[in-house]
Nanobody, 129 residues
Framework: QVQLVESGGGSVQAGGSLRLSCVAF????????MAWFRQAPGKEREGVAG???????RYADSVKGRFTISKDNVKNTLYLQMNSLKPEDTAMYYC???????????????????????WGQGTQVTVSS
């Protein structure tokens, strides 16, 4: 059983920063593709940033240059560093894991929520103007 637990959400003013964390229980990040998704009220869930088990990350155009995804395989923790936050970044943020090979997930699939099997409970990020 894989369990993902997010933390680090909160309320900040526009221009501020937050760092989200996601700890995995029951698997190691070495073998999974990982990603952060977000969902705002009334909107569809969207991929924010994804990282293969061994490869470079992929970002949504809306967060490029502002967000950085990383992972610590020793601590089994996934991070999302969010800088220059905007009100439109307000959403529930979810960590997700896909037990699929990197060659399959490269490209659009890395940010496709339907490719992910395991999900955390979410952490709320609120950015005020």
């Amino acid at each position: 059983q894989v369990q993902l637990v997010e933390s680090g959400g909160g309320s900040v003013q526009a221009g501020g920063s937050l760092r989200l964390s996601c700890v995995a229980f029951g698997h190691t990040y070495n073998n999974y593709c990982m990603a952060w998704f977000r969902q705002a009220p009334g909107k569809e869930r969207e991929g924010v940033a994804g990282i293969p088990s061994d490869g470079g990350p992929r970002y949504a155009d809306s967060v490029k240059g502002r967000f950085t995804i990383s992972k610590d395989n020793v601590k089994n923790t996934l991070y999302l560093q969010m800088n220059s936050l905007k009100p439109e970044d307000t959403a529930m943020y979810y960590c997700a894991a896909a037990p699929r090979p990197d060659w399959y997930m490269y490209g659009r699939r890395l940010l496709d929520s339907t490719e992910y099997t395991y999900w955390g409970q979410g952490t709320q990020v609120t950015v005020s103007s």
